[in-house]
């Protein structure tokens, strides 16, 4: 079993930074692809970001929404079981609950389906 706990949210103005983390424990290999996903009011789970932890099954180890691409930045730190997203220049639309998840193989894909692990969430408010 694994279990991921999310931290770190709270409220910013637009164009302010915050990061997210994501405390792992359990079974979490080092070889799972981990993700973060949103859900704002009203709206489907989204993809924000996914990082292997090494370039096994595909070319590209990290990968981001075209959203989020220049502002967020997902980084891991296999030996502590932590994931982080480190987000810039933040704007109101990425107002949210942002989800840790880990997924049961090493192959990133941007479906929540195929993950199998979630935290929590933690909120992310983005207003002046």
């Known amino acids: 079993q694994v279990q991921l706990a999310e931290s770190g949210g709270g409220l910013v103005q637009p164009g302010g930074s915050l990061r997210l983390s994501c405390a792992g424990s359990?079974?979490?290999?080092?070889?799972?692809?981990m993700a973060w996903f949103r859900q704002a009011p009203g709206k489907e789970r989204e993809f924000v970001a996914a990082?292997?932890?090494?370039?096994?099954?595909?070319?590209?180890?990290?990968k981001y929404a075209d959203s989020v691409k220049g502002r967020f930045t997902i980084s891991r730190d296999n030996a502590k079981k932590m994931l982080y997203l480190q987000m810039n220049s933040l704007k109101p639309e990425d107002t949210a609950v942002y989800y840790c998840?880990?997924?049961?193989?090493?192959?990133?894909?941007?479906?929540?389906?195929?993950?199998?692990?979630w935290g929590q969430g933690t909120q992310v408010t983005v207003s002046s």
């Open positions: 990082i292997t932890s090494a370039p096994t099954f595909s070319t590209i180890n990290i």
């Open positions: 359990g079974r979490l290999s080092s070889t799972q692809v």
């Open positions: 998840a880990a997924s049961s193989s090493g192959v990133i894909t941007f479906q929540s389906s195929t993950y199998a692990y």
